[in-house]
């Protein structure tokens, strides 16, 4: 089976300053993963995903994600980020090739 | 073009109703996927169809839920005898195929059991 976690529920930062949200995963195959990102009020977005190939993958909205087998971790950076970026960021994984698992989330807070 | 749509937006029901929250997906989206967003359990998979075919049915909660898919488009996912305990925000997804490796989500049903 394949589990995602999030090893931060809630992750202030200020404006402007870099911003890293962790992710792990446990799966015994190279995993299809994905970072979807959900504004209040909305449905989920997806930022970013990992199929195969590059281990840095680039994504919308200045955001990058690095797949690092060896840890079995799937990060996500920016390296500014804006007011506008507050959000609900989830780590997902791919189940059985329809479903997704989906991490807890990590709720991003940017003050100026 | 339109994106997947989702109604009711907000749905309030007693104890013990039956409710009925629809999805439309994007048009031409051969594939769809229902997902629960609950404080407790996450987001949690609940059911995917190909077509009009829900192969795996393994993530409904219990016998209490269903869903049905007709021509393709439209689905209904149907709670029977509503418990408090089905309080959540219900996500419905699409994509134009089954491994397209991208799940275009809506903006949920936010259903409240009192």
């Known amino acids: 089976a394949q589990s995602v976690t999030q090893l931060d529920s809630q992750v202030p930062v200020f404006e402007e300053a870099p911003v890293e949200l962790r992710c792990n995963y446990s799966?015994?195959?190279?995993?299809?993963l994905f970072w979807y990102v959900q504004y209040p009020n909305q449905g989920l977005q997806l930022l970013l995903k990992?199929?195969?190939?590059?281990?840095l993958v680039k994504g919308i909205n200045g955001f990058e994600a690095e797949f690092n087998k060896s840890q079995t971790s799937f990060h996500l950076r920016k390296p500014s980020v804006h007011i506008s970026d507050t959000a609900e960021y989830f780590c997902a994984v791919d189940l059985s090739g329809y479903a997704l698992n989906f991490g807890k989330g990590t709720s991003l807070l940017v003050t100026p | 073009g339109a994106g997947v749509s989702q109604s009711p937006s907000n749905k309030v029901t007693e104890k013990g109703k039956d409710v009925e929250l629809r999805c439309d997906p994007i048009s031409g989206h051969t594939a769809l996927y229902w997902y629960r967003q609950s404080l407790g359990q996450g987001l949690e998979f609940l059911i995917y169809f190909q077509g009009n075919s829900a192969p795996d049915k393994s993530g409904l909660p219990s016998d209490r839920f269903s869903a049905e898919r007709t021509g393709g488009s439209v689905s209904t996912l149907t709670i029977q005898r509503t418990q408090q305990e089905d309080s959540a925000v219900y996500l419905c997804?699409?994509?134009?195929?089954?491994?397209?490796?991208?799940?275009?989500f809506g903006p949920g049903t936010r259903l409240t059991v009192l």
């Open positions: 990992y199929l195969s190939g590059s281990t």
């Open positions: 799966s015994s195959v190279p995993p299809y």
């Open positions: 997804a699409s994509s134009p195929r089954l491994d397209y490796n991208e799940q275009f």
